[in-house]
């Protein structure tokens, strides 16, 4: 079983975290599949059960600690505090051979993309190490491919953080790709992602990109006409998962690069008549590219009955 | 240590402007491709022809206000687009044609024979008129590969110059981008798209060239359909002091920002 640690807590001021946000933030990120909660000693007095009592306060001289998930013979589920004890270190490939017999987490080494980091990955896994942690920094864009490339050749442990306003591989995202390796042994139910973005841009007070991949609000969004055309076939053709996977909704929006396909079908899930379409698509492109957005739902009723009517006219007159 | 040396094709144009919300005017994708060609990028992939008469007009500018980078226009499997990209001036002439059976079978609803057939009708047209053509293997990453193989030999025999294979969904890793990449058989140049579902574009499209890619699609800020395309700014982020792309971080630094505001017309995308 891979150990996946969670930074995020360690990650922006906690200041202003209520116990209730913070109690929720750990629930869903337990139940997207992470084995460990990192967060600063502070917070842990804000820990609501079902954090196993007699616990907080132990831990406060080191400035992080982790919170496991516990679930007991009856069922039921305990938070368990335990001593963050990973000495992090920042090490020269050269540097490799002299790990020994500790519990290491290796941080840096933004760059492995570049190199032979398969060779790499095997001198570490050789090495003496007791617990091996990879936390590689995301200065490259390449953190992700990192944290997988080294589970994939047998790593035990990766260290992450929830989005991208950091320096660690994106949670969200080393768990899709773990999931899409080999679903049968994830265990873990990403559904909940959806609510996890939406709690953590309330405690962070950060809005995330709406194309950020696996969390973006937009992602399903569909407008170009062939890629309308084959998720109206079958929505696999163009999805890497299921909006639901990650609790989001599919969407064909209208726009530029909208065909004849996606407004009919837009019509027709407005109730409205399919009368003038081509007319319509020809405003819909237009008034699009001087917005720079979609057309809202609303915007397409107006437009529609602006066309329509003037369209009806013509034929009577 | 010497630098491996590669090149961009750039998709801001097409795929970039594919998604949802994104639209440029004329004068916009005009603008766009003087910077991209005063960048050093190698190939402009500038829109779809088939889309209409404004995007054929935007083609013939952009042909005029280019001075060193290839202009290609992008094709379905079909005559008429195809003809469309050819009277607008366009330097290559891409087809994209859909490798993996999910979307031949759901999407075309065709058989691996018709697709083959198709390509091969569609390609002298593109001779006749002195064209370079190129040939994309739509959803290559979810392809069985008997057929990826079947494609690239066609596309060979075809007089293909390049090869695009794309992660259509963003699903590769670097390892199995390098398992694929490497059984490529090397008469042909490759070149990698890759989308970024999984935050992996840039190590995706990093791998795919150490591999023996020669091109790398790329868009500006990383836009295109879902979670976008590689993003050519952290591209050459990563491959500083190994890879020469001839272009000049600094550079795009800048000059993308002065494009921010044509891109991002609205600012409720950006964030």
Avoid at chain 1, 89 to 101: E, V
Wanted: glycine fraction near 6%; charge should be negative; include cysteine.
């Amino acid at each position: 079983m891979v150990t996946i640690i969670d930074r995020t807590l360690t990650t922006f001021n906690i200041d202003g975290i209520n116990s209730q946000d913070l109690n929720h933030f750990c629930g869903l990120l337990f139940t997207c599949g992470v084995t460990k909660i990192e967060l600063a000693s502070e917070l842990v007095s804000q820990l609501e059960p079902p954090t196993l009592a007699g616990d907080s306060g132990k831990y406060i001289d080191n400035s992080t600690c982790f919170l496991t998930q516990v679930i007991n013979t009856d069922q039921t589920i305990s938070w368990k505090l335990e001593p963050n004890e990973l000495i992090e270190q920042t090490l020269h490939i050269s540097q490799i051979n002299t790990i020994s017999h500790q519990k290491i987490r290796l941080m840096g080494w933004e760059d492995l993309i570049t190199r032979d980091y398969l060779s790499i990955f095997n001198q570490l896994l050789n090495s003496d190490a007791d617990t091996l942690d990879l936390c590689p920094s995301n200065q490259n864009h390449c953190a992700t491919a990192i944290a997988l490339e080294w589970i994939m050749a047998g790593g035990q442990s990766i260290s992450c953080g929830f989005a991208n306003r950091h320096d660690f591989p994106p949670l969200e995202e080393v768990l899709m790709g773990l999931k899409l390796r080999d679903p049968k042994s994830f265990s873990g139910d990403l559904s909940v992602l959806n609510e996890l973005r939406r709690l953590y841009e309330k405690i962070s007070a950060v809005k995330l990109s709406k194309m950020k991949a696996i969390i973006g609000e937009d992602i399903f969004k569909v407008e170009s006409g062939i890629h309308v055309d084959g998720v109206l076939k079958n929505p696999h053709t163009y999805e890497p998962f299921s909006p639901q996977t990650v609790g989001n909704n599919r969407e064909i929006v209208l726009g530029k690069h909208s065909g004849h396909q996606s407004v009919l079908y837009k019509l027709k899930e407005q109730n409205l008549s399919d009368s003038a379409a081509s007319s319509i698509l020809k405003q819909i492109k237009g008034r699009c590219t001087q917005l720079g957005r979609n057309l809202s739902d609303l915007e397409l009723r107006t437009l529609a009955s602006e066309v329509q009517n003037d369209y009806d006219a013509k034929i009577y007159c | 240590m010497t630098m491996m040396q590669k090149y961009i094709v750039d998709t801001t144009l097409r795929d970039g402007e594919q998604s949802p919300g994104m639209a440029f005017s004329i004068r916009e994708k005009v603008t766009i491709a003087k910077t991209l060609d005063a960048l050093g990028v190698n190939r402009i992939e500038a829109g779809t022809p088939a889309m209409g008469r404004e995007e054929c007009r935007a083609f013939e500018k952009i042909k005029l206000a280019c001075h060193n980078a290839q202009i290609i226009g992008w094709n379905r499997m079909n005559l008429n687009d195809i003809h469309k990209s050819i009277d607008c001036g366009a330097d290559i002439i891409h087809v994209c044609v859909p490798a993996s059976d999910l979307l031949i079978r759901e999407k075309l609803r065709k058989t691996r024979a018709e697709v083959l057939d198709n390509l091969a009708s569609c390609t002298e047209a593109i001779h006749a008129a002195h064209k370079e053509l190129t040939i994309g293997l739509e959803d290559a990453s979810r392809a069985d590969w008997d057929f990826v193989v079947q494609l690239i030999e066609t596309a060979k025999n075809l007089g293909a110059t390049t090869l695009r294979f794309s992660d259509t969904v963003g699903i590769m890793s670097p390892s199995v981008c390098k398992s694929y990449l490497s059984r490529i058989p090397s008469e042909i140049d490759i070149e990698v798209h890759m989308h970024n579902d999984l935050g992996m574009a840039v190590a995706n499209s990093i791998q795919g060239l150490r591999s023996g890619a020669k091109y790398a699609d790329s868009t500006l800020f990383g836009i295109g359909e879902r979670a976008g395309n590689c993003n050519l700014e952290h591209l050459l982020i990563a491959t500083q002091g190994q890879i020469d792309f001839g272009i000049s971080l600094d550079e795009l630094q800048w000059r993308q920002n002065t494009l921010k505001s044509i891109i991002y017309k609205n600012k409720l995308l950006y964030a």
